[in-house]
Nanobody, 116 residues
């Protein structure tokens, strides 16, 4: 099992930027088949924002394309999500996720609030 800890959330004005971090407190992200960021807004289902494979291939939700960048630093055992040009509709709790074989791990989430 991999223990994931997110940080970097906060309150930002529309048009601003935030960088979320997801540190693996135990285990290794290097061994993960995929790592991803999801988000869940109030009253809505959790949705995929971006994912990156072990080989570094990244994929994004349409809402994130051109504004968000997912990356990982295996040496630091950390996953990142750089979010630019933030919009009020990006307001949500953002969760880090890793998949290694049959094991799926989630972080506790970090709140992102974008004011208009």
């Amino acid at each position: 099992q991999v223990q994931l800890v997110e940080s970097g959330g906060g309150l930002v004005q529309a048009g601003g930027s935030l960088r979320l971090s997801c540190a693996a407190a135990s285990g290794s992200i290097f061994r993960a088949n995929y790592m991803a960021w999801y988000r869940q807004a109030p009253g809505k289902a959790r949705e995929l924002v971006a994912m990156v494979s072990s080989s570094g291939f990244a994929n994004y939700a349409d809402s994130a394309k051109g504004r968000f960048t997912i990356s990982k630093d295996n040496a630091k055992n950390t996953l990142y999500l750089q979010m630019n040009s933030l919009k009020p509709e990006d307001t949500a709790v953002y969760y880090c996720n890793s998949v290694t074989g049959p094991n799926v791990n989630w972080g506790q989430g970090t709140q992102v609030t974008v004011s208009s």
